[in-house]
């Protein structure tokens, strides 16, 4: 199974960037289709981007669009999220997500339940300050 990290988080005033990244060891990324999602305090957690495994396409919660980007290195084993413009409402803990698809399938699972429980990394903070 695919063991992620999360990093990059961090305290940030509102109209700033962040660069997440999502490290993976155990097993290649490239057979996996992979996702960020985040959970504010009180509140489940939210799709936020999807990227496919052969990185041709992305897609994204409207609340994002147009401010963050989901992108990815299979050969560093790593997934990205640039985060731009950010608000006090983007504040939470952000998580990356893996569902193993070598052969294609459903894109884009934006349910966090379509991810096997150990498909997570543990999140990273991410604050925006007004």
């Known amino acids: 199974q695919v063991q992620l990290v999360e990093s990059g988080g961090g305290l940030v005033q509102a109209g700033g960037s962040l660069r997440l990244s999502c490290a993976a060891s155990?097993?290649?990324?490239?057979?996996?289709?992979m996702a960020w999602f985040r959970q504010a305090p009180g509140k489940e957690r939210e799709f936020v981007a999807a990227?496919?495994?052969?990185?041709?396409?992305?897609y994204y919660a409207d609340s994002v669009k147009g401010r963050f980007t989901i992108s990815r290195d299979n050969a560093k084993n790593t997934v990205y999220l640039q985060m731009n413009s950010l608000k006090p409402e983007d504040t939470a803990v952000y998580y990356c997500?893996?569902?193993?698809?070598?052969?294609?399938?459903?894109?884009?699972?934006?349910?966090?339940?379509?991810?096997?429980?150990?498909?997570w990394g543990q999140g990273t903070q991410v604050t925006v300050s007004s």
């Open positions: 997500a893996a569902h193993w698809t070598p052969y294609g399938g459903i894109w884009p699972l934006t349910s966090p339940g379509s991810y096997d429980s150990g498909s």
């Open positions: 155990g097993r290649t990324l490239s057979s996996y289709n």
């Open positions: 990227i496919t495994r052969n990185n041709d396409r992305t």
